[in-house]
């Protein structure tokens, strides 16, 4: 069983309705459906989910399979490029291709972001209020002498925030060619989505490199390690988890000799080792998304959405479902869950019509 309230903590944009919504079709819900149409899904160590063929058209045909039993037409190369709203309180729907228009008396949308979408500005003539989209998910690119030839190297277990903010996201990091990608960012990523947006994504971070040990016990670490191993040079002996490429790297950045053993640190130098590893301050000089804006934040404005229903409040008729709401979850499955949940309600309310 899930928690609402805990599916819920997942997403960034999260509110009060959205809790409300996943009561009513959760994960075990959602993991139960697929079952019964065939689907068995796995869990992975990190809890995420997939078909148990590891192929996403094995979803892909268990939804288009479905649509047939149930006689549901698709029609195929059908661009909608616009909406409006007609008489007798029916949409208008205009496709390209040379196909003539659709008279329509409720319409779901339900295509994903809408970013670069010519249905925006259809929407704002309907007086549909959005958000403005901005990136999310995404990875910081840094050019920084600490991260140099690190690409690859891995830290299972890192804090990082903005500078600025208390609470860090945690989680495993890894240093890629640009700069630092991993769980640990791209949550960061989506929590500050429209800060860092707003910053042009230019904006220091603070990653502590071992959150589990504070400064006061590190401490006492070193002072052990002074005493019962002060012979051993301190490039030769990373404080655990810490990759050992990173921990030399780390060391000496802090200006700290590779000959100097444990016994030999001075207190100038242990002060600036503790800095670095608690507080280590990085610049970002942009972002990297694998993909073209994979996941946004942004899009149609929460309140003007009755979530009982996923019906406009602000014009009647429309529904709207998934990405294309202001809502979007940390990486994990979490948009993909808010997608089916808000399809669920969104398809209930329709067929009850």
Request: aromatic letters at 10%; charged letters at 25%; a positive charge.
């Given at each position: 069983?899930?928690?609402a ?9 999260r ?26 899904l ?31 037409p698709l029609?195929?190369n ?19 291709n040379?196909v ?20 925006l500005?259809q929407?704002e003539?309907?007086n ?14 840094v050019k ?20 600025g903010q208390?609470?860090?996201q945690?989680?495993p ?17 989506a929590?500050e989505?429209?800060?860092l947006?707003?910053?042009d ?14 400064v006061?016990k ?5 002072a ?25 790297r ?24 503790l ?15 694998n ?10 404005q ?20 998934g990405e ?8 994990g499955?979490f ?10 309600i ?8």
């Open positions: 069983m899930f928690r309230e805990g599916t819920c903590q997942k997403l960034p944009t509110l009060a309705g959205i809790a409300g919504c996943f009561s009513r079709w959760q994960p075990t819900d959602t993991i139960d459906w697929f079952a019964r149409f065939g689907v068995t796995k869990a992975e160590a990190d809890g995420r989910m997939f078909p148990t063929t590891d192929r996403s058209d094995t979803v892909i045909d268990c939804f288009l399979n479905r649509a047939r039993e149930c006689r549901i029609f195929r059908h661009p909608l490029i616009g909406i409006r709203q007609g008489d007798d309180d029916c949409f208008v729907l205009e496709f390209g040379e003539a228009p659709v008279l329509a008396r409720s319409v779901c949308f339900a295509t994903g972001s809408l970013k670069a979408s010519p249905l500005t929407l003539k309907l549909q209020p959005t958000e403005t989209l901005v990136p999310s998910l995404f990875a910081f690119n920084d002498p600490r991260l140099n030839d690190l690409a690859g190297v891995a830290h299972p277990w890192v804090a990082i925030r903005r500078e208390k609470s860090p945690l989680g990091l890894l240093i890629t060619h640009r700069g630092v990608s991993g769980p640990a960012v791209l949550r960061l990523s929590w989505a429209r800060e947006a707003q910053s994504h230019q904006f220091t971070f603070l990653i502590d490199w071992l959150p589990e040990i504070e006061a590190l401490k006492e670490r070193f052990d390690i002074r005493q019962n191993q002060g012979a051993k040079l301190i490039r030769n002996t990373p404080i655990q988890p810490i990759p050992r490429r990173l921990w030399e780390i060391v000496t950045c802090c200006g700290i000799d590779d000959q100097i053993t444990w016994g030999h640190l001075s207190k100038t130098a242990i002060h600036k080792l800095e670095a590893l608690k507080a280590a301050s990085f610049h970002a000089e942009g972002k990297t998304t993909k073209d804006e994979f996941v946004t934040a942004g899009g149609i929460r309140h003007s959405i009755d979530f009982r229903t996923m019906e406009s409040r602000v014009t009647p008729g429309l529904f709207f479902v294309c709401l202001d809502i979007d979850g940390i990486t499955g948009n993909f869950q808010a997608a089916w949940t808000t399809a669920h969104a398809a209930t309310a329709l067929a009850r019509r």
